[in-house]
């Protein structure tokens, strides 16, 4: 988000004093500066309860004395204070301290850690405490902590289609739903490890080339609209540090190592079947492990293979291919193994625990 602000010096000075164009309040009892990142400032003038009354930080800042001099800055007959953040950061802050409604924001808008990251951050550094809890609470449900809840954002994912009275612009999935790479880079920044594991889950199951900056960038050559309109999901690449590339190569590892470690063994299939039919329910497991193997590779989605292979045991059984017995240990047994391998994803890329804040 830009700082909206308006000037007050020469706009073509590096170093603009500039009155933001809304939280600049008349009434207001304390002018806050910031550094606008063009080598000059953005004068906000605010009330000083706003701010004492959400942050413990400002509240002791506010009751301690004037310097030894009795001297006192003042800008436009109110006390000042030059504060070191990014009058990006400071808009995003001040944004939802004036109205709170803002909190309310799309989680799963994509570009939603852009917009969050600059309150998230300052709200730490000044302990405004509620304010930050707050806006984690609502952000964190872009990225399921269960596997039902994961479920059932793939099941929202896979039914959505654009607005038809929308003709002003094409509607993307990818635009509506979250990205992984910023999602990321929140998490690390703001400390909210619990969104890592299904952040990097979904970050799995991209390519590199699918690039958010050249899909979503209409002048770049390689962008590709054609495959946005298909579904296609992408990542901001750039936004990963090496620790994180590190994370997202041992995560694949592992899983491939999981769905390498399946086999009728695990699901019992052909243990407690009749003779007659053994032989013929071990090898039709077989095939349904490597038909999910194949499903898996192609879709780079592990746990959607599985979700998709726990639905053929039954026409198996139907046409008399598995029997009753190896139907439903198959069944039972590939949930069984689904669940557990939602419960390692922490631990398969290397990340913190769900449980963790
Ligand atoms: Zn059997």
């Not at 600059?118 to 405490?129: I, M, P, Q």
């Not at 052909?270 to 329910?281: F, Y």
């Amino acid at each position: 988000m830009n700082s909206e602000s308006q000037t007050s010096g020469n706009p073509g000075s590096l170093n603009v004093k500039a009155h933001h164009l809304t939280l600049y309040h008349n009434d207001g009892d304390l002018v806050v500066s910031a550094p606008n990142g063009v080598g000059g400032s953005t004068f906000y003038r605010i009330h000083r309860f706003m701010l004492s009354i959400h942050s413990y930080v400002f509240r002791d800042m506010f009751t301690l004395p004037p310097a030894a001099d009795g001297s006192i800055e003042t800008y436009d007959g109110v006390p000042i204070v030059h504060l070191p953040d990014s009058a990006e950061d400071m808009d995003g802050l001040l944004n939802v301290l004036y109205d709170p409604s803002r909190i309310l924001f799309n989680k799963y808008d994509p570009c939603a850690p852009a917009k969050i990251s600059g309150v998230l951050k300052l709200a730490r550094k000044y302990d405004f405490t509620n304010l930050r809890l707050r806006t984690i609470e609502h952000y964190i449900q872009a990225w399921p902590s269960t596997l039902h809840e994961w479920d059932l954002l793939e099941q929202t994912i896979g039914v959505w289609r654009p607005d038809p009275d929308n003709d002003d612009e094409i509607e993307f999935l990818d635009a509506v739903f979250p990205e992984p790479g910023a999602a990321i880079r929140l998490a690390r920044e703001c400390d909210i490890p619990q969104i890592l594991p299904s952040a990097f889950y979904h970050l799995s199951r991209l390519l590199q080339q699918d690039d958010w900056n050249i899909h979503h960038d209409w002048n770049d050559p390689d962008n590709d609209t054609y495959a946005l309109s298909n579904g296609r999901r992408t990542a901001r690449w750039d936004l990963l540090c090496l620790e994180d590339y590190r994370c997202l190569a041992r995560g694949r590892e592992k899983m491939d190592e999981f769905m390498l470690s399946l086999s009728k063994r695990t699901f019992r299939v052909g243990v407690k079947c009749n003779d007659a039919v053994k032989a013929k329910c071990a090898a039709n497991c077989e095939q349904l492990i490597n038909q999910m193997r194949q499903r898996s590779r192609e879709s780079r989605d592990v746990l959607a293979a599985m979700l998709y292979c726990e639905s053929l045991p039954g026409s198996l059984e139907a046409d008399a291919e598995l029997c009753h017995r190896c139907c439903f240990a198959f069944t039972f047994g590939l949930s069984r193994k689904r669940k557990e391998l939602w419960e390692k994803i922490p631990e398969m890329f290397n990340l913190p625990s769900r449980q963790s804040e």
